[in-house]
């Protein structure tokens, strides 16, 4: 077994219940159970991990997509039409880059509630909402453009 796939077959077994990572060791030959242990047990004192980070890790494509901002101007048309909720979603998922130009582009009132929506969010995003947001963003901004709303 390649180092690689020593650090899969550990991330894996370490995200198993203790019951099914005991099974699955004690059918393996020792040696690779005497060389996953250590793994195992390095990746067991991380107290949380993160399903879509497993994923991606032990996955052999890579399983993100491209997240391309809109221009500034498409951009702005974009997250105008949406909730200073979401709109802030989308900020910290897609754009966080662009936070302050759409904000200085915003009215004093609905400044006010993206800051405090965007003080509410977490720093990151689960993956599968973050790549809906990039494509909501990108068709809307599609839509925008074919509309001529932006120049």
Known sequence: MNTSGMRKAALALASMHPADRRWV????????????????????????????????????????IAREVPPPDVLIVVLDRLSPAWAARILVAVAPDHAEIYLASCAKAREDALRQELTRLPSTIPRALADE???????????????????
């Open 25 to 64: 060791l004690g059918r393996m030959p020792d040696g690779w159970r005497s060389l996953l242990m250590p793994l195992i047990n390095e990746a067991q004192r991380y107290t949380t991990l993160d399903p879509e980070l497993l994923k991606a890790v032990l996955a052999d494509e890579p399983t993100y």
């Open 133 to 151: 947001l990039a494509r909501y963003l990108s068709d809307a901004a599609q839509t925008a453009r074919s509309a001529g709303l932006a120049r």
